[in-house]
């Protein structure tokens, strides 16, 4: 099966739902309502939930009530697209004077002009302009 090809016995899955297990739910939705600029939509002593754009939601968890128990964490990342480079560096430059831990200084890749920075839990956040070319794919994949 080829990765264009659907599976016709099931009814295709959208993507509605990010979750990260974290410490301090508390914390982590003042961390990210601060990033975001806007107050998260449910928010309990184990669980704090934002609109994150495009219809996807984005959920901190408690590792220490999630169910069932979370084991260590794995490598990933969250993305957020910006409109070019200097709106990467504008935004690197916000974050890096707010504190977050950068783990990787604006630079150009292949896909764009990126860096990544470091919420308070590890999870990796990062910010990207694609390429031309691959901002109308990305474009597409998202319509």
């Given at each position: ?95 890096s004077a707010?504190?977050?831990t950068i ?16 919420d308070p ?23």
């Amino acid at each position: 099966m080829t990765a264009t090809q659907t599976v016709t016995n099931t009814a295709a899955l959208a993507l509605d739902f990010v979750l990260l297990y974290v410490d301090s739910p508390a914390a982590s939705a003042a961390f990210y309502a601060d990033l975001l600029g806007r107050p998260p939509v449910e928010a309990s002593p184990t669980f704090a939930m934002f609109k994150a754009g495009n219809g996807l939601m984005l959920g901190l968890w408690s590792r220490h009530t999630v169910e069932p128990a979370s084991t260590a964490p794995g490598g990933g990342e969250i993305a957020f697209t910006v409109a070019d480079e200097a709106a990467v560096r504008d935004l690197h430059a916000d974050w890096s004077a707010r504190g977050l831990t950068i783990l990787q200084q604006p630079t150009a890749m292949d896909f764009g002009h990126t860096f990544v920075a470091q919420d308070p839990d590890g999870h990796r956040l990062r910010v990207f302009a694609p390429n031309q070319g691959e901002e109308a794919q990305s474009e597409q994949v998202r319509s």
